[in-house]
Structures are given as structure tokens and as C-alpha cells.
């Protein structure tokens, strides 16, 4: 798969809140509107590629990603088969994006250990290139992608996969990692939108969704890189690190931002478009006001 081949905007969303029929109409009129790609996460919920795999099925161009699956969910030799899989079901569809999680969360929701993370990163893409798959190969393989935030996993990035997709960030780290990924490689940030005009709605509902992001100390100390200060992170959030994050406002508004992305290098953007009642899932409304077709 060519990077150019994946349309300039995606959507990023939680579906464990919806069945798998509406998980397929959601896809399919997300590839009518002209959306690029839908980009699942990998947490407490489904697995991942089964979700994936009904969306494939239920599309003919529409991309599939992970956003992000889990390396340590999996071993390298089961990650293979399952990227090889869903490219032979998808015909080469799927974006297989990798990440090393958080200590946190591996440590104690998973109770293994959580190695240091780019040696582990490093080591998981050898033992994948490496392991034993003996079922029919996909005639196209899709982009391999890793979670990276910082310099060292966004070089790693660039040099042992096709590019990068990094969460919580802003227009300004997109700057920031494609002058470290180069030129050809794919960047994909994520970007959370919340059509919601009234500033203080906007914030609270901002906060709800940024809470326990703001715990985990990968995405603090990589803001922190960016300019923002301790403080930033009190009481749920300075004004100024919320509205840097979540993109509220109006149509254009969010366009603008979006746009801000793709000024600094990125190839294609996934929009998380934040429910105004703090559920996880996506906002139908926003993801229809966004549509690029």
C-alpha cells in the first residue's frame, strides 16, 4: 500500500459501544463520505482485528487500522498472522499499527513486564519479520505503523516501519516528527474534535476525555517537550493545554486545526470526534459536518 493511497483523513473511534451491524454501516457510510480510514483501539474491549474484519468486509476501499494494538497482547508471531490475515481478507487494506503501551498498563491491568520501550519495539519487529507464517500470503501487505511520541521510537519509526501514529499530540509535534521521519514516510496524528461552540461546555466535556490521558506519564513528559509546564496538567487541565488538544468549536474551526496538521507534514489525520454525554464512541454530527467527500 502507498501512503498516497489512503486519503488525507481517517476517524479514530471506539466501536465496543456498537454491534457489528452498526460497527458496518458505520463504515460503509464513513468510505461513502470519502473518509480514508478507521482507526480502532486495542484496550479492555474486543480484540481489535475481529472489529477490523468486519469492517473490511463490509468495505471495498475503506483502510482498517489499529490505533493502537497492544505489542504486548500478543506475540510477535501472532501479530504476524493476524496482520497477514486481515491484508489477505482486506486485499491489502489494513494499517498495522504497534505500540508498547504504558507501564501502567501493562504492569498492572496485564500483570507483565513492561520493558524499556525501545529495545522491546526493536526486538518484537525482528522476532515479526522472523517468525513462521505458513498460511496463504497476502498479495498486498499493508503499512506497518508504531505509536511514537518522541525522538528515539519516532526514528525507529522511520527506520524498521513505514512511519508513525502518534496520540495526544498537537499540530506542533506533527512538525516535529516529520522532520525526524523525513519526507516519505507515513505520519498519521491522532486529533480529538468536539463540535461545541460555548467555550466552558467545550472544556468540561474536553477534560472528561483527556482524564486519564493526562495520568500516564508518556504523553505528560512528550507535552512537556512541546512547551507546556507542570502546572498545565492541574485541575484537569490548563485552558491552554486543553484547547491545544481537543480542536472545539465550529466547523471551521476544527477544519482549521486539522488543516494545521497537514501544514506540518502529516500525510493523513484520524479524527476522534468526542460524544458531548462523555461516552466513549464517536459523534455522528461532527463526523458528518467533517466528511471530505
Known amino acids: 500500500m502507498k501512503k498516497q493511497n489512503i486519503g488525507k483523513l481517517g476517524i479514530w473511534s471506539w466501536m465496543d459501544n456498537n454491534n457489528f451491524d452498526e460497527c458496518r454501516a458505520f463504515a460503509q457510510r464513513a468510505e461513502s463520505q470519502g473518509y480514508g480510514a478507521i482507526w480502532v483501539p486495542d484496550a479492555v474491549g474486543r480484540d481489535p482485528f475481529v472489529t477490523l474484519s468486519v469492517i473490511a468486509e463490509a468495505t471495498e476501499t475503506l483502510c ?128 480529538k474534535v468536539l463540535l461545541e461552540t460555548d467555550a466552558t461546555k467545550a472544556r468540561e466535556i474536553a477534560r472528561g476525555a483527556m482524564a486519564m490521558y493526562l495520568g500516564l506519564p508518556n504523553y505528560r513528559n512528550n507535552l512537556l517537550t512541546l512547551g507546556f509546564e507542570e502546572a498545565d496538567f492541574d485541575d484537569g487541565g490548563s485552558d491552554r493545554l486543553v484547547d491545544a488538544i481537543v ?19 502529516a500525510d493523513h489525520v484520524c479524527i476522534q470526534a468526542l460524544r458531548k454525554d462523555g461516552v466513549n464512541g464517536f459523534d455522528p454530527v461532527a463526523i458528518d459536518a467533517l466528511a471530505p467527500g
Not at 68 to 95: F, H, P, T
Not at 133 to 155: F, N, S, T
Open 64 to 191: 482498517v487500522a489499529t490505533g493502537i494494538v497492544n505489542l504486548y497482547g500478543r506475540d510477535a508471531m501472532a501479530m504476524k498472522a493476524s496482520r497477514n490475515s486481515l491484508d489477505e481478507l482486506s486485499g491489502g487494506r489494513l494499517i498495522l499499527g504497534i505500540g508498547v503501551s504504558h507501564a501502567e498498563m501493562v504492569g498492572g491491568l496485564r500483570q507483565q513486564e513492561y520493558g524499556k520501550p525501545l529495545t522491546t519495539m526493536r526486538n518484537y519487529l525482528q522476532r515479526m519479520e522472523e517468525a513462521m507464517y505458513m498460511g496463504p500470503q497476502p498479495e498486498k501487505q499493508g503499512l506497518l505503523v508504531l505509536a511514537a511520541l518522541r525522538e528515539k521510537m519516532l526514528g525507529l519509526s522511520g527506520s524498521n516501519a513505514d512511519g508513525a501514529h502518534p496520540y495526544f499530540v498537537t499540530p506542533e509535534h506533527t512538525a516535529r516528527a516529520r522532520s525526524i521521519l523525513g519526507p516519505d514516510k507515513f505520519l498519521a496524528p491522532e486529533q
Open 247 to 265: 480542536a472545539w468549536g465550529d466547523e471551521t474551526a476544527i477544519m482549521k486545526r486539522i488543516e494545521s496538521h497537514w501544514e506540518n507534514g
